[in-house]
């Protein structure tokens, strides 16, 4: 089992940044891929970027790339998601996933962090 906790949204003007963090306990951290996805009320939640266990390897959503940056310090648990230039249609609920290698699905899920971005 693995807990996950997301941490750092709140409300930001357009143009501003925020860092994400997601803590997590339970089982070997560094045995697992971690994704962050977000999502809109009535909308379904789609993916945003991911790294796999080593933190050598990562991927970026289009709608993202070159704005935010996933990352991860398996000394402390914890995966961020440093989010620049943020635009108002990036105001979504962000969820913090883990996926035990090689699995393909995501297993364990946050919360959730609100991020709202204002115009």
């Known amino acids: 089992q693995v807990q996950l906790v997301e941490s750092g949204g709140g409300l930001v003007q357009a143009g501003g940044s925020l860092k994400l963090s997601c803590a997590a306990s339970?089982?070997?951290?560094?045995?697992?891929?971690m994704g962050w996805f977000r999502q809109v009320p009535g909308k379904v939640r789609e993916f945003v970027a991911a790294?796999?266990?080593?933190?050598?390897?990562?991927n970026h959503a289009t709608s993202v790339k070159g704005r935010f940056t996933i990352s991860r310090d398996n000394a402390k648990n914890t995966v961020y998601l440093q989010m620049n230039s943020l635009k108002p249609e990036d105001t979504a609920v962000y969820y913090c996933?883990?996926?035990?290698?090689?699995?393909?699905?995501?297993?364990?899920w946050g919360q959730g962090t609100q991020v709202t971005v204002s115009s």
């Open positions: 790294i796999s266990s080593s933190g050598l390897t990562s």
């Open positions: 339970g089982r070997t951290f560094s045995g697992y891929a």
């Open positions: 996933a883990a996926r035990r290698e090689p699995r393909l699905s995501y297993d364990y």
